[in-house]
């Protein structure tokens, strides 16, 4: 256990819809990253946010988008969802930028 | 796309062999990271190399930090069922955007 939770496990939903992915990150850590993994692409760094403010942004589709709460907890919505945004999606935390990410267990995405 | 390669892709690998795993970036990073992924599991982190030409170790694994900081490489010793997963190298860039190999799969025969 990495002390990192995500919610929820897993989301089956349609195309066109819209899902909202939850990372708590574990305590004390003002980092969060999100990844999304899929079977083709391996795992692409989304964005990365610090204290609440946005520190770097990967491969993020404009569709999706992100934000890191006072509390530090970090959403990750994904909007107008196609079959191609099926894929695992991964929070990870670490204290600062640049040193060890802890990953929590995922959200496995399912769009039909 | 991918701005760091990792090779090979798969690593079959019979109990107690060596093998080595490859990442080589078309930018210079900052610093480099190694994650292993068990299947089924989530990205665990190995360790971080920031410094030119740095060599670090853990037990049968030695990680290695190119000279111009562009590629870095994964050697595993003596391999044991244990080591099997998928090995990933993350580099850094200076603007501190993450790129991640397309990780390497090791299978271990017994």
């Known amino acids: 256990d990495s002390g990192v939770t995500q919610t929820p496990k897993h989301l089956i939903t349609a195309t066109g819809q819209r899902v909202t992915l939850r990372c708590s990150p574990r305590?004390?850590?003002?980092?969060v990253y999100w990844y999304q993994q899929s079977l083709d692409q391996g795992l692409q760094f989304l964005i990365q946010?610090?204290?609440?403010?946005?520190?770097a942004k990967g491969n993020i589709l404009e569709r999706f988008s992100a934000q890191q709460f006072p509390d530090l907890h970090s959403e990750l919505n994904l909007s107008s969802l196609e079959l191609g945004d099926s894929a695992l999606y991964f929070c990870?935390?670490?204290?600062?930028?640049?040193?060890?990410?802890?990953f929590g267990p995922g959200t496995r995405l399912t769009v039909l | 796309g991918q701005q760091v390669m990792q090779i090979p892709q798969y690593q079959h690998v019979q109990e107690g062999e060596d093998f080595t795993t490859y990442c080589n970036s078309s930018t210079t990073l900052s610093n480099i990271q190694w994650y292993k992924q068990r299947p089924g599991g989530h990205p665990v982190f190995l360790i971080q190399?920031?410094?030119?030409?740095e060599v670090k170790k853990q037990k049968r694994l030695t990680f290695q930090f190119g000279e111009a900081k562009k590629n870095s490489s994964l050697h595993i010793t003596a391999t044991q069922t244990t080591d099997v997963g998928t090995y990933f190298c993350?580099?850094?860039?200076?603007?501190?955007?993450?790129?991640f190999g397309a990780g390497t799969t090791v299978t271990v025969r017994a």
């Open positions: 993350a580099g850094r860039r200076i603007d501190y955007k993450l790129s």
């Open positions: 946010y610090y204290n609440g403010e946005e520190r």
């Open positions: 190399l920031v410094k030119s030409g």
């Open positions: 990870a935390s670490s204290p600062t930028s640049g040193i060890e990410q802890f």
């Open positions: 305590s004390g850590d003002l980092s």
